[in-house]
């Protein structure tokens, strides 16, 4: 079994920055991609950003310039770090994995999911 744990979301007031993390652990033969996706009330889920095992990046347009993925290879982690938060990036956030967790198969696995608030 896999599983994602996250932490670090909270309450943040506008401008202000928030540092998401997410440790897999479990029977893991490889970690793939990462990254993590929101869903905000009445809106669908979607993409916030991802990073490969070898490092490249996936930013949402709309997070450019203000969230950073980065992930540890090592430690099995994958990091958001959220800066000038704006009320519309209230949401829950999601970490997710693609585990491979023997060489012939992978899947998708999913975090618990952390609520980020940002309001005044």
């Known amino acids: 079994q896999v599983q994602l744990v996250e932490s670090g979301g909270g309450l943040v007031q506008p401008g202000g920055s928030l540092r998401l993390s997410c440790t897999v652990s479990g029977s893991i033969f490889s970690l793939n991609a990462m990254g993590w996706y929101r869903r905000a009330p009445g809106k669908q889920r979607e993409l916030v950003a991802a990073?490969?095992?070898?490092?490249?990046?996936n930013d949402v347009v709309s997070a450019k310039g203000r969230f950073t993925i980065s992930r540890d290879n090592a430690k099995h982690t994958v990091d958001l770090q959220m800066n000038s938060l704006k009320p519309e990036d209230t949401a829950v956030y999601y970490c997710?994995?693609?585990?491979?967790?023997?060489?012939?198969?992978?899947?998708?696995?999913w975090g618990q999911g952390t609520q980020v608030t940002v309001s005044s």
């Open positions: 990073i490969t095992s070898g490092g490249s990046t």
């Open positions: 997710y994995a693609n585990v491979a967790t023997t060489w012939y198969n992978s899947d998708n696995y």
